[in-house]
């Protein structure tokens, strides 16, 4: 899974500015106004997402089976070619998610932009895990990317990689990357690159 923070497809269309892409199995785009893009040969075909907010980020299992989410608490899932609207809890109000993860053919984690991850799954009301470790809510700082490996989800912030185990359920830190995290991607042998700014320095790749 790579995220790419614009891409401009061509002519007519290259006025939406796409926010987010995943390109594992198909190529596909989000952006304003519940935009949600295909490429299908040399062209972007228009989907409809059936929302006008704002979408921030798109991943798929397969072609024709994933999730995309954005702001005011949008999270739509992509089941056998047609998009529809999951719903929060309605005590969550609106939140902006800025990333999402498939898990599976019916499941993915979603993430807040205050660090929250937000677990969603067919035929199962989504379920909110809370960055908590040794009883205190952990400082992550706007949260930007996330990523799994086998046994974990990544989040990627501005303080770095944090790591929350789907085994144990469990917070900690990463290894991966130190400092402002823009984007996180986990290969299947299990390497994580993360993109991350250094003061002076720009943005730069880390293994």
Known sequence: MLFRSVIRPASAIAAIQPRAM????????????????????????????????????????TPGNGWAVGLDGVILRLDRGGWSRVRLPQELGAPLLTAVVADGASAAWALMADGRLVRLADLVAPRVVQPIAEGRRLALGPATSVCMTDAAVLVGASTGVWRYSTDDGSWSTSPVAEGPVSALACARDGRVRALVETPGLGWGGVS
């Open 22 to 61: 995943s390109s594992l199995l198909a190529k596909i785009a989000v952006g304003r106004s519940g935009t949600i893009l295909r490429r299908l040969g040399g062209t972007w075909r228009l989907e409809d997402s059936g929302v006008t907010e704002n979408l921030r980020a798109v991943d798929l299992w």
